[in-house]
C-alpha cells in the first residue's frame, strides 16, 4: 500500500514515466508535416458580409428526418426530386414537395460528390471511396462511377489513372493524357480516394479530386493526418469520355476538394479554367488548365475562416461554399507553429476534441467578391460539406453518420439587394 505522504512522489514518477514515453513516440510514419503556414484573420471584405447572428440556427430546418448523414445533394427540380449520396453507402431518392426520402440503390463504398450528365439528367456520375472506421468489401474500389437513374444500373467509368508516387509533391505537377484503354498494371495505379467532381457544359470532361493518395485512404476521420501536417498531396484527374483519357491536371495542392468548372469565356467552347477548394488551406483557388503543362493558379481567398469544403452555384450565378468546420483557435497556432504538430499527431486521437461547428459563404459569380457568410455553431447543422441552391431555398448536407435529416435554409434576406445584380457573368 502507497503511503499517503508518498503519494506525490509516485505521481511525479508515473507523469515522469508516461511524458519519456509520449515524448518517445512517433508521428505516423507516412505524416509529412508541411513547413509554418501562417494564418491571419479572414479579409475586411468577408468580415463585412458576415452575419452578425447564427443565422443557420434561427433559420434552417429539417426534412427527411429518417435521412442518414450526407455528402451531396443532386438536384432535378424541374421532376420535384433529388437524389442524395449518404453515408449509409446509398443513394437516396427525394420528394421535393413532400420532404420524403427513401433509399434508391446501393453504390460501392460511399457515394460523395455528385453531378447530372448536363446532356442527359438520366445519367448520374458519383465519387465513391471509403469511410473512416466502416467496413467494406474486399472487391469495392474507389473511384467514378455512373448511375442510370430509371433502371438504377451503376456501371464504372474510372478505376485506375497513371501512375506515379503515392507521396508527397513538393511543386504543382501534371501530366499528359493516358488512354483508357492503354492502361496496364505497369503504367497505372488504383484511385485511392474520389471525392468531389463537376462535368463541363458539353458533358465531356469530368475534372475530379483526390485530396491524398496513401493506400487505403478515407473519408472523414481517414483525413485527419493531412488536415494536420497540411501535406501537398492533393491531385486534380481531368477525364475525357470524347477521347477515352485520363490526365493529371494539377498536383502538389494541400487536400483538393470541392471542384467546380468556370462558365466557358464569351466567345464559347470549352472551359479553360476552375475553381479548387484547398481545405486545410482554408483557401479558394483559381486553375488555369494548360493542355498537358501544370498551369497557372491564382489565390481568390485567403485565410478563411472554416474548411471549404464542396462548391455550387445558384441559378444568379454565384458561388455557395460549404465550411465543413469553422477555424479554431488550435488550427491557427498549428500552422503558424509547424513544430507543434509532430506532438499533437503523437496523441491518440480520441483524446482531441471533435466540433460540430460549421458555416456558409456566398461569393460573386467570378468568385472575387464576397456576398455573403453565416458561421454557425453546430447545433443545427454540423459539418456542412456542401451548400446546394435551389430556386428558393439552400440545400445543406450534414457529413455526419450520427445526424439524421437533411437541412434546409431559405436565402439570406440580406442578399436580396444584390440579387437583381448577380446575373451569370463568366469568369475570367
Avoid at 239 to 266: H, K, M, N, T, Y
Avoid at 312 to 341: E, F, M, S, V
Avoid at 351 to 376: E, F, K, N, Q
Wanted: aromatic share 6%; proline share 9%; hydrophobic share 45%.
Amino acid at each position: 500500500m502507497i503511503r499517503l505522504r508518498s503519494l506525490p512522489l509516485a505521481l511525479l514518477i508515473a507523469a515522469a514515466v508516461a511524458a519519456t514515453a509520449w515524448w518517445h513516440a512517433a508521428a505516423p510514419a507516412d505524416a509529412v508535416i508541411a513547413d509554418q503556414y501562417p494564418l491571419a484573420d479572414p479579409a475586411p471584405e468577408l468580415r463585412a458580409v458576415t452575419a452578425a447572428g447564427d443565422e443557420l440556427r434561427q433559420h434552417a430546418s429539417i426534412i427527411a428526418p429518417h435521412l442518414p448523414g450526407q455528402d451531396e445533394v443532386v438536384l432535378q427540380e424541374d421532376r420535384g426530386r433529388a437524389f442524395v449520396t449518404a453515408l449509409d453507402g446509398q443513394i437516396w431518392r427525394l420528394d421535393l414537395a413532400s420532404g420524403a426520402a427513401r433509399p434508391w440503390v446501393r453504390a460501392p463504398l460511399i457515394p460523395a460528390g455528385a453531378r447530372f450528365d448536363p446532356r442527359n439528367p438520366d445519367l448520374l456520375y458519383f465519387c465513391a471511396s471509403r469511410l473512416h472506421g466502416r467496413a467494406s468489401a474486399p472487391d469495392e474500389r474507389p473511384g467514378l462511377y455512373r448511375l442510370h437513374i430509371e433502371s438504377r444500373r451503376i456501371e464504372p467509368v474510372l478505376l485506375d489513372v497513371p501512375a506515379g508516387a503515392l507521396g508527397h509533391e513538393a511543386v504543382p505537377a501534371a501530366s499528359a493524357a493516358l488512354a483508357l484503354d492503354a492502361m496496364t498494371p505497369a503504367n497505372s495505379r488504383p484511385v485511392q480516394f474520389c471525392n468531389d467532381l463537376d462535368i463541363s457544359a458539353d458533358g465531356q470532361r469530368i475534372v475530379f479530386s483526390e485530396p491524398f493518395a496513401a493506400a487505403d485512404a478515407s473519408m472523414g476521420g481517414g483525413a485527419f493526418n493531412e488536415a494536420i501536417t497540411r501535406a501537398r498531396n492533393g491531385r486534380l484527374w481531368l477525364v475525357d469520355l470524347q477521347r477515352r483519357s485520363v490526365r493529371l491536371a494539377a498536383s502538389g495542392f494541400a487536400f483538393i476538394d470541392g471542384v467546380l468548372w468556370d462558365a466557358p469565356s464569351a466567345g464559347g467552347g470549352e472551359e479553360t479554367s476552375l475553381l479548387i477548394t484547398e481545405t486545410t488551406n482554408f483557401r479558394l483557388l483559381r486553375l488555369h488548365l494548360g493542355d498537358a503543362g501544370p498551369g497557372r493558379f491564382e489565390v481568390l481567398h485567403a485565410n478563411l475562416p472554416g474548411l471549404p469544403d464542396g462548391l455550387d452555384r445558384d441559378p444568379q450565378g454565384r458561388i455557395w461554399i460549404g465550411l465543413i468546420k469553422l477555424r479554431t483557435p488550435l488550427a491557427t497556432t498549428l500552422h503558424n507553429h509547424a513544430w507543434l504538430k509532430s506532438l499533437l499527431l503523437r496523441l491518440p486521437r480520441s483524446w482531441l476534441p471533435v466540433g460540430r461547428s460549421s458555416g456558409v459563404m456566398a461569393l460573386s459569380p467570378d468568385g472575387r467578391t464576397p456576398l455573403y457568410a453565416s458561421l454557425h455553431d453546430g447545433s443545427v447543422v454540423p459539418d456542412i460539406s456542401v451548400v446546394v441552391p435551389g430556386r428558393d431555398r439552400l440545400y445543406l448536407p450534414r457529413f455526419r453518420p450520427d445526424v439524421g435529416g437533411l437541412a434546409v435554409l431559405p436565402y439570406p434576406a440580406a442578399l436580396d439587394a444584390k440579387r437583381s445584380a448577380m446575373t451569370a457573368v463568366p469568369a475570367p
